[in-house]
């Protein structure tokens, strides 16, 4: 075989293999479209694995459409006041949307619940009067959307050298008032309230250690 005609083939070949890798590459992509639950959001989106982050691979805004590569990524909220926490996704074989709803942050929930806390024990007191004579209220946490509170009240024992029970108790914020969960118990459980979310439970349990 002329040696020409067997460069024109290798050259062939190689612009065949390189055009179909180019080809799978692109139709790897997919359209990912995100959504935020709040108006002032964006989110920075990182590969999964990019634990450091050290390579952003784009800045999201409410409603905007990017192209990803299938795959796993992380996005992270960058709006103020809001939990940092990562968002995981994947990409797969079609386009997708991506929702983006992070709760508040520590710090805005403490701030928030400064002009909360007179409403709460308010209301806390009104469904157990006894409460406001016979226990001490620590000043507890908001959770989420500042919707969830959690508190730990300390029985005031008839002998001040004994330590006093500790009995937590939940309130939810709904139509802007406060309302108990329940009653005080001396282990929250998800068997006893069902319908308060599990990490709330979970650290409510641990309030004023």
């Not at 992270?76 to 926490?85: I, L, Q, V």
């Not at 805005?108 to 469904?127: D, Q, S, W």
């Not at 959690?150 to 939810?172: H, M, S």
Request: net charge neutral; glycine share 4%.
């Amino acid at each position: 075989m002329n040696k020409r005609i067997i460069i024109t083939i290798v050259i062939v070949v190689a612009l065949l293999i390189a055009a179909a890798s180019v080809t799978f590459y692109l139709l790897s992509f997919r359209n990912v479209t995100f959504t935020f639950k709040k108006t002032d959001l964006t989110a920075n989106i990182y590969r999964s694995d990019d634990t450091d982050k050290k390579n952003k691979l784009a800045d999201v805004k409410n409603n905007e459409t990017i192209r990803l590569q299938e795959g796993n990524y992380a996005a992270f909220a960058s709006g103020d006041n809001y939990d940092r926490a990562a968002v995981y996704f994947s990409v797969n074989k079609g386009d997708a949307t991506v929702t983006i709803d992070p709760s508040y942050s520590d710090t805005y929930l403490k701030r928030a619940l400064t002009g909360e806390l007179p409403a709460i024990k308010a209301a806390l007191i009104k469904a157990f009067p006894f409460v406001a004579t016979s226990f001490d209220i620590n000043d507890g946490k908001l959770y989420k959307e500042g919707e969830w509170y959690a508190t730990a009240l300390t029985q005031r024992p008839a002998d001040p050298r004994d330590e006093g029970d500790v009995y937590y108790t939940i309130l939810k914020k709904e139509n802007d008032t406060w309302t108990v969960i329940g009653k005080p118990s001396l282990v929250l459980t998800t068997v006893d309230f069902k319908d308060v979310p599990a990490d709330i439970i979970k650290d409510a349990n641990h309030i004023g250690e």
